[in-house]
Nanobody
Framework: QVHLVESGGGLVQPGGSLRLSCVAS????????MGWYRQGPKEQRELVAS???????NYADSVKGRFTISTNNAKNTLHLQMNSLKPEDTAVYYC??????????WGQGTQVTVSS
């Protein structure tokens, strides 16, 4: 069992920045495939950014050049640096970990609201 806790969400003006964090409780964190997803109002959950097992990042086209995914393996932590935020980035952001056995674990989500 892997317990994920996200933090760092909040209200920010357009053009602003936020840094999300996701701490994993246990497990071979460095061997997990980690990702950030988001779900806006009345929308399906979508992939924002992910890191594969080799550490290669993958980004949704809508966030390329603005968001950066990274990890601190020593602290079992996944980050998402979000710059140049837009109102359409407003959503609940979720952290997901996929173990080497292919089991998915989700965090509870953190709300990001971009509004003036």
């Amino acid at each position: 069992q892997v317990h994920l806790v996200e933090s760092g969400g909040g209200l920010v003006q357009p053009g602003g920045s936020l840094r999300l964090s996701c701490v994993a409780s246990a497990g071979a964190f460095a061997r997990f495939v980690m990702g950030w997803y988001r779900q806006g109002p009345k929308e399906q959950r979508e992939l924002v950014a992910s890191l594969d097992s080799s550490g290669t990042p993958n980004y949704a086209d809508s966030v390329k050049g603005r968001f950066t995914i990274s990890t601190n393996n020593a602290k079992n932590t996944l980050h998402l640096q979000m710059n140049s935020l837009k109102p359409e980035d407003t959503a609940v952001y979720y952290c997901k970990a996929t173990t080497i056995l292919g089991v998915d674990f989700w965090g509870q989500g953190t709300q990001v609201t971009v509004s003036s």
